[in-house]
């Protein structure tokens, strides 16, 4: 078994015997309501730590910990730990598991409740601005997407390394013009430079999935505008997608002709610079920028 040594202690990984075990004794069966495969490798928990560059200076917000694989490959790098766990039994367990494998009580903070509720004070913790914050994750496969655009949203994360769904981590990190390029490239490309880190075998969970899984890897950058621009954007890239075999003057006719009634919607898209008979699939999140500016420009 791995060991590393923090605060005199020395932090050993989970077995997959040991995280049957501690299923068992909880009474845990993996829950396909809450997207529950428990990472049972630690070779794989230590490759994601070490791909997601965790350092003693981080704090590190970890979505999901289930049984602690992962949650203690990273507490073995010195980061603090942020446990976001919704499974109440799980969220109590955690901290014993941890306690247990040689990590102290100060490296570790458990928050109980959907991740979809964290708030930007529970990331930062006691140290605001002190620690770079980032995500590592494996990230149920239903609500991956929102809950990566809600953490990015807060603005307050450096970079995230999650395993998510392979079909889902290639829409994610795909570029304007492909197949899988829509709505969440195009969000999380508000915020973020999203790339295909490596793959995952589906062996490396309990239970094994029917679908394949990837490490998407999430390069945070400023936001490429502030927060009025980013909703009109957002809503443009709904409406966009929400019809994509049509071109833009059709999909966004509704929308454009409601916000600019004045003016026609081919003359609109080409003054914003783009052109009427594009699709959505080929305009990047720029592109929906200028869109969402031509029409707040028409307002005033």
């Given amino acids: ?29 993996p829950s396909k309501s809450l997207g529950q495969n428990f990472v049972h ?17 981080d704090r590190v917000v970890e979505i999901g910990p ?10 073995r790098t010195g980061a603090h730990l942020i446990a976001v766990e919704i499974d109440d039994r799980l969220a109590k367990r955690l901290p014993q598991t941890l306690r247990d494998h040689g990590v102290s009580d100060r490296a570790f903070t458990v928050i109980v409740k ?22 590592v994750a494996n990230l149920p496969y239903n609500v991956s997407v929102p809950v990566l655009i809600h953490l990015l949203e807060m603005e307050r994360i450096e970079s995230a390394m999650v395993m998510v769904q392979s079909e889902v981590a290639r829409r994610l990190a795909a570029k304007p013009g492909s197949k899988e390029y829509g709505v969440p490239s195009a969000k999380v490309a508000w915020y973020a430079d999203a790339t295909l880190s490596d793959s995952i075998p589906r062996a490396v969970f309990w239970p094994v999935p029917r679908v394949d899984s990837s490490l998407l890897q999430l390069r945070v950058h400023r936001p490429i505008a502030g927060s009025e621009d ?20 059709g999909s966004l006719s509704r929308l454009l002709t409601e916000r600019a009634p004045d003016r026609g919607v081919e003359e609109f898209l080409e003054r914003a610079g783009i052109d009427p008979t594009a699709r959505a699939e080929s305009i990047s999140v720029e592109g929906f920028l200028s869109i969402a500016r031509a029409i707040r420009a028409s307002e005033h």
Avoid: W
Avoid at 67 to 74: F, Y
């Fill in 230 to 249: 980013r909703r009109l954007t957002f809503e443009i890239i709904d409406a966009a997608f929400n019809q994509r075999r049509k071109m833009l003057r």
């Fill in 114 to 135: 959907d991740a979809m509720e964290l708030t930007a004070e529970e990331l930062a913790g006691s140290d605001p601005g002190e620690r770079s914050i980032k995500v």
């Fill in 1 to 29: 078994m791995s060991e590393e040594v923090s605060e005199g202690k020395k932090i050993t990984l989970l077995g997959a015997t040991e995280i049957r075990q501690i299923a068992e004794q909880l009474g845990v069966v």
């Fill in 41 to 57: 490798d630690s070779n794989i928990c230590e490759k994601i730590v070490r791909l997601a560059g965790i350092t003693s200076k």
């Fill in 66 to 75: 289930g049984l602690g694989s992962l949650s203690l490959s990273i507490a």
